[in-house]
């Protein structure tokens, strides 16, 4: 009999406690297909964020490490300088990469650290009840901005890829969406390649990956994907915007 589909041996039979219509779903069969396919699931670490993917260390079937909130990418720059040979990948949120962990971020990727940053951009903060993230939009109606973000008193939204992208320490920088069959194709080509260069001691290499929310946005998951499409895209365009490899 031919095998159409099987599940990734990368994951964990544990089921995932995300809302309905959450992307993370997808994305973490993404990371878990690319780690067999590479042939590195049994030297990977990953390590845990705090926010809705908190749990994540439940799904993937790799070693995992579970970071205080915001600290993900100092801690995975510790655990890849003691085991240099294995590889090494966050998977963080926006509040928790592009807020309390702002400075952590932008120094490993400034040093060159040669680990792997899955970085999820729903544009809130969605296991705390949806307050704004540094990623909401201009005008964005949230728990803690009911009127709408307001550049004047919020700021705008933080584009973490575009700034990273003048950093000499970082090899490779994609932003990517959930939002078709075609867009999830895309998806996983980015994190596998991140995750190659990474193998070809690199550098530091993030993937941006724009999400869907449909809880706390107040939508039907239809919708969301919509959203992301409509208003996100917009704001973060999607595209490679750092790759060594061209230079090479």
Known sequence: MTV?????LGLTERKTHYCPGCTHGILHKIVAEVLVELGVLG????????GCSVYSYEYFNCDMQQAPHGRACATATGIKRVLPDNVVFTYQGDGDLASIGIAETIHAANRGENITVIFVNNATYGMTGGQMAPTSLVGQKTTTSQLGRDPHNQGYPIKVTEMLSHLDGVAYLERVALTSPQNVKKVKNAVKKAFTLQLEKKGFTMIEVLSTCPVNWGMTPINAMKWVE?????V????VYKDVTKHD
């Open 236 to 239: 973060f365009p999607l595209g």
């Open 43 to 50: 030297k990977t670490v990953g390590v845990a964020s705090v």
């Open 4 to 8: 159409r589909y099987e599940k990734s």
């Open 230 to 234: 409509e208003q996100m895209v917009p």
